[in-house]
């Protein structure tokens, strides 16, 4: 075993990249801008050094621990030089942070905290604001950009995208776009992932509460809700539960409490996605089609990335509508009914969904089927805002008529699931170890590349299931060099939904238990398949009758 030595105490070394993986094991939290595991490693902010034993400092996100080694993570060297950044930093940053929309969740703000900065010994040379808020995702605004190239990384390295990038030298140096056209006129499919890395306030989620709190404080308007199967899992640790618990009965309260007429689950719409999107699966099968395989369809940004950069794919990209914009639909063709006007909130843990809201092919008369999108976190601000003491509330259930949801659609909400609740789907064997058996042929997992195959009759089926763009597009050109594929999901953010851009940032370890959350719900459905979900049966025969297409399935115009 190898050991090396850090503040005084010596520490096994277990195959850690770098020295900064290894401090944080021990328990120190070394202060970081630009370093993400996931990423590669910049060593840009330098914040992260250590002091070695021969007295020189070394960038510990960029040193890779070796056996022997001596290193000091707080001396007043490195503190003084911690605190110089800061202050360098915060020169030129905007500080109007009691406004920022990242206010409370800015690492630059958290750090300046932690080492103790009462005054700032420069001048302050910010610019004035730069804000971009041309995309319905997100809003940028470079003057608060600590030019770390989180982002950066993020939408190249991740996403495959490469929206943004840096742009001129020196002082001038800058995150922009190619030729610094607004952000909704380059390749960014809204994703999000680069608000969930930015460490400030340069790159947000798009903020829609004030249309929210404008309709529900509307007496002639019906509010009616739909909930993500990842929001339950994704914001109690903000609002003083743990990570991954599921508080979807507590959402529920408090959408009630807030004044929500009509609150459901997401996953009801999803149990209707598995039973149309398995039809086409089934038809293909049935067909002996061997070409390209059948795309899911319901990650908008995934839809948007085919869009841009795979058009000859978009016919094999299914036809269904995403859950949300499916039980949107319904739900909108119900509130008809009402005498009020109908305003339709999807609570979502992405910032694609944004977009996705507005998109044509969603509009009846001009009218979206969803009025606005917010993201889990600008639920937590919304719930904080209104007083709600949510760790205190009485779970409570949603509405009826369309509050019938099984455990299939729940799992939507993480990597895997959409495959897994198709497989229960068109799996002959309907017994309880038929479908946890399912569980078991390699669909689960945070992994961002999973594989796995089923026999349908005599017919091998094989499935891909991806996050991440990057991993997607490395996928499409195998495929485009032969390899057969029958089926692949794709979700755009690594992990799937549970890690989507609008959900509070957390490590991967967190993200893993966001996964375990949705499965453990999954176990507590008394319903476990979308097909013996009561409440299709009755859409197929009143709502829906007659018009699954117009209501269930789109063709994207662009
Ligand atoms: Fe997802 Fe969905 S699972 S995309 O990640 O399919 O956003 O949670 O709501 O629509 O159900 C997000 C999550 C959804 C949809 C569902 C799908
Ligand atoms: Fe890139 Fe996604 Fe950010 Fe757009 S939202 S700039 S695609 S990371």
Known sequence: KEYMIIDGIPVEINGEKNLLELIRKVGIKLPTFCYHSELSVYGACRMCMVETERGSLEAACSTPPRAGMEIKTNTERLRKYRKNILELLLANHCRDCTTCNNN??????????????????????????????????????????????DCVRMCNEIQ??????????????????????????????????????????????????AEVW??????????????????????????????GENAMGKIVAALRRMGFDEIYDTSTGADLTVLEESNELLKRLEEGKQDMPLFTSCCPAWVRYCEKNYPELLPHVSTCRSPMQMFAAIIKEESKNSSRKAVH?????????????????????????????????????????????????????IDMPFGTMTGAGVIFGVTGGVTEAVLRRIASDKSNTGLMSIAYKGVRGMEGVKETTIMYGDREVRIAIVSGLKNASDLIERIKEGEHYDFVEVMACPGGCINGGGQPFVPYEARVMRGKGLYSADKLCNIKRSEENPLMMSLYNGILKGRVHELLHVEYAS
């Open 214 to 243: 404008k309709a529900l404080d509307d007496k002639n308007t019906k509010v009616t809700v739909q909930i993500a199967p990842a929001v339950r899992v994704g914001l109690g640790k903000e609002l003083g539960l743990s990570d």
């Open 160 to 209: 495959n995208v490469g929206a943004i990038d840096f742009a001129h030298r020196g002082s001038k140096m800058t995150i922009s776009t190619s030729f610094d056209a607004p952000i909704a006129q380059s390749p960014c499919v809204g994703c999000g992932q680069c608000a969930v890395v930015c460490p400030t306030g340069a790159i947000v989620v798009k903020d829609n509460t």
């Open 104 to 149: 409370g969740k800015c690492k630059l703000q958290d750090l300046a905290m932690r080492f103790n900065i009462q005054n700032v010994r420069f001048p302050n040379t910010a610019a004035e604001p730069k804000v971009d808020d041309s995309s319905p995702s997100i809003t940028r605004d470079t003057n608060k950009c600590i030019l770390c190239g």
């Open 345 to 397: 909130v999807a609570v979502m843990p992405c910032t694609a969904k944004k977009f996705e809201a507005t998109r044509d092919e969603f509009k009846v008369n001009g009218i979206p089927n969803v009025d606005y999108v917010i993201t889990t976190q600008e639920l937590i601000q919304m719930i904080k805002e209104s007083g709600i003491v949510f760790s205190e509330l009485e779970p409570e259930s």
